[in-house]
């Protein structure tokens, strides 16, 4: 799915849930859900990124019923409102809510725990064929951000993350649908995350598209001394640029127009 595709893409972040840390509660409603969907597509995204659990440091889980009572009917709304061939992820660590979405419509399995949570995700992503981005997170969302501690970061999730993909193939999924998130933020310090920032080259060496997602998260905001998120499109535009010229693939963001432009321009300037 991803091979055909040249240039960097978009992954526009739809929360549909009540405590997300930039948007929680902003779109749980379902029409002002489709409201969103719309203005992403008309802003250039090229995947909507459906979550019905925050992830957010010290949140608590969410259970698998409520996560589809949550993104069902969006993702199905999405399909039939809006008639289109957008393509749709599914942010869980829940191979039933994965199930369940890929069956109303999704394309794409996004888990934050690269399957570490729920094994049964990856069987979930090899029956239906379709990608799976396996993401790097040390602890679980509610505890992550207590004192986490790395020898050496970019090894270090580098082999967490090879592990997973190995047990993805074991798994019978196929090499050219796996993608890989080195986890910006989950169970990270601000040194850490900079350091990832610095090395995604080693990611994209790795030889599976990358997923960088660093929409204005809290590390930045100590850096630029802000504490309101949505003050941080300019510094998520600028982690989006820096991406592309390293080589990565899909960019996971909130605010899609202004990643979208930096994205491009990027792009033309590394292909120029």
């Known amino acids: 799915m991803f091979s055909q595709f040249t240039k960097p893409l978009i992954m526009g972040i739809l929360n549909v849930t009540p405590d997300s840390f930039s948007d929680g509660g902003k779109f749980s409603d379902i029409n002002a859900a489709i409201s969103q969907v719309k203005r992403m597509i008309s802003e250039g995204v090229d995947i909507i990124d459906i979550g019905g659990e925050s992830t957010r440091p010290g949140s608590e889980p969410v259970s698998p019923a409520e996560q589809q009572q949550r993104v069902i009917p969006v993702i199905k709304a999405v399909r039939q409102t809006l008639n289109s061939d957008i393509l749709i992820s599914i942010d869980t660590t829940s191979s039933r809510v994965a199930k369940a979405a890929l069956e109303a419509g999704a394309n794409i399995i996004n888990d934050v725990s690269a399957g570490l949570e729920d094994p049964e995700i990856l069987k979930v992503a090899a029956t239906f064929q379709v990608p799976i981005i396996l993401m790097h997170r040390q602890g679980t969302p509610k505890t992550m951000q207590d004192n986490p501690y790395y020898d050496d970061v970019v090894p270090e999730v ?3 993350l090879l592990t997973q993909i190995a047990s993805a193939i074991q798994s019978g999924i196929k090499k050219e649908n796996i993608l890989i ?20 080259d080693k990611f994209v060496a790795l030889g599976f598209p990358v997923l960088l997602g660093t929409s204005r998260k809290r590390f930045m905001g100590t850096i630029c001394n802000v504490t309101e998120p949505a003050e941080l499109v300019t510094a998520t535009a600028v982690t989006t640029a820096l991406g592309v010229m390293a080589g990565v693939q899909l960019f996971r963001v909130h605010d899609v127009k202004e990643n979208r432009q930096a994205a491009d321009v990027a792009w033309a300037i590394k292909n120029s």
């Open 158 to 160: 580098i082999n967490t």
């Open 181 to 200: 998130d080195p986890g910006i933020g989950f169970g990270k310090r601000k040194q850490d995350n900079l350091e990832l920032l610095a090395h995604l």
